[in-house]
T-cell receptor
Framework: AQSVTQLGSHVSVSEGALVLLRCNYS??????LFWYVQYPNQGLQLLLK??????LVKGINGFEAEFKKSETSFHLTKPSAHMSDAAEYFC???????????FGTGTRLTVIP | DADVTQTPRNRITKTGKRIMLECSQT?????MYWYRQDPGLGLRLIYY???????NKGEISDGYSVSRQAQAKFSLSLESAIPNQTALYFC?????????????FGPGTRLLVL
């Protein structure tokens, strides 16, 4: 079954530093991959998604992710962290043959002033 | 106004009580979902519905039931609540069957079962 693994349940970066949140998927075929963000006391919202049109996907708020089939990865990056990026980030995959998303365990991002 | 609303936002109940969480949406989407979120476990799917007549179990449906009263309303019930059902519950919607569809989440209901 398809699944995603998020390395690091907590990541801290300084304001202005690079943000890198890791996501690896397990699948024999390239799946549909998503990054969602959850701000404090809010529901999840879509950050970006991979749909096979391009391996480098740009999302909202300056985030982007690169699909690397050879590494089965879909890491999320942002060149310069902002205080408002503090949130929990979830990688998700569409299961083959299923109609729902399967979420990773989440990575909480803290931005240090 | 929010597109996906959940009531109540917070609820404290006792073991053995029946409780219903409600979800409404104004997005006109056919597909609706219920998830629970637990620290360190991410989100897990409880039930989903593709239209009023279609209800499907998710990964963790035991102890839960749902009702799709209308296209816009999808309720989750705990028939006899137990403490390990303490969690944050999210309703979500989506509008198509395409693999890359986006899901839209409500603000969540925080449930504490004593």
């Amino acid at each position: 079954a398809q699944s995603v693994t998020q390395l690091g349940s907590h990541v801290s970066v300084s304001e202005g530093a690079l943000v890198l949140l890791r996501c690896n998927y397990s699948s024999s075929v390239p799946p549909y991959l998503f990054w969602y963000v959850q701000y404090p006391n809010q529901g999840l919202q879509l950050l970006l998604k991979y749909t096979s049109a391009a391996t480098l996907v740009k999302g909202i708020n300056g985030f982007e992710a690169e699909f690397k089939k050879s590494e089965t990865s879909f890491h999320l990056t942002k060149p310069s962290a902002h205080m408002s990026d503090a949130a929990e980030y979830f990688c998700a995959v569409r299961r083959t043959g299923a109609n729902n998303l399967f979420f990773g365990t989440g990575t909480r991002l803290t931005v240090i002033p | 106004d929010a597109d996906v609303t959940q009531t109540p936002r917070n609820r404290i109940t006792k073991t053995g009580k029946r409780i219903m969480l409600e979800c409404s949406q104004t997005k006109g989407h056919d597909r609706m979902y219920w998830y629970r979120q637990d620290p360190g476990l991410g989100l897990r799917l409880i039930y989903y519905s593709f239209d009023v007549k279609d209800i499907n179990k998710g990964e963790i449906s035991d102890g839960y039931s749902v009702s799709r009263q209308a296209q816009a309303k999808f309720s989750l019930s705990l028939e006899s609540a137990i403490p390990n059902q303490t969690a944050l519950y999210f309703c979500a919607t989506s509008d198509t069957g395409f693999k890359q569809e986006t899901q839209y989440f409500g603000p969540g209901t925080r449930l504490l079962v004593l």
